[in-house]
């Protein structure tokens, strides 16, 4: 099993910008992949951003203005937003896959005023 724990979101005016974190912990191993989902009110979750050992894919709505890096000792993985618009509302998931599994955190709330 893998544990995620969220923290970083918040209320953020549009044109700012926010930080995420997600500690992983428990029985992790290697290969692996960590990465962030989010989820608006009425929409389907969706990829914004997810990074392995050998590569790393962004969403759509994120190329460009996020940036994702991971910390494989701290098993650390951060999610840094900018130009944030009100359209990035949504809860974000960290998400872990690792040997056919998907662990998800218990997601953290992201609001952008316009």
């Known amino acids: 099993q893998v544990q995620l724990v969220e923290s970083g979101g918040g209320l953020v005016q549009a044109g700012g910008s926010l930080r995420l974190s997600c500690a992983a912990s428990g029985n992790i191993v290697s290969p692996n992949v960590m990465g962030w989902y989010r989820q608006a009110p009425g929409k389907q979750r969706e990829l914004v951003a997810r990074s392995s050992d050998y590569s790393t894919n962004y969403g759509d709505s994120a190329r460009g203005r996020f940036t994702i890096s991971r910390d494989n000792i701290k098993n650390m993985v951060y999610l840094q937003m900018s130009s944030l618009e009100p359209e990035d509302t949504a809860v974000y998931y960290c998400?872990?896959?690792?040997?056919?599994?998907?662990?998800w955190g218990q997601g953290t709330q992201v609001t952008v005023s316009s």
């Open positions: 998400n872990h896959f690792q040997r056919s599994t998907n662990y």
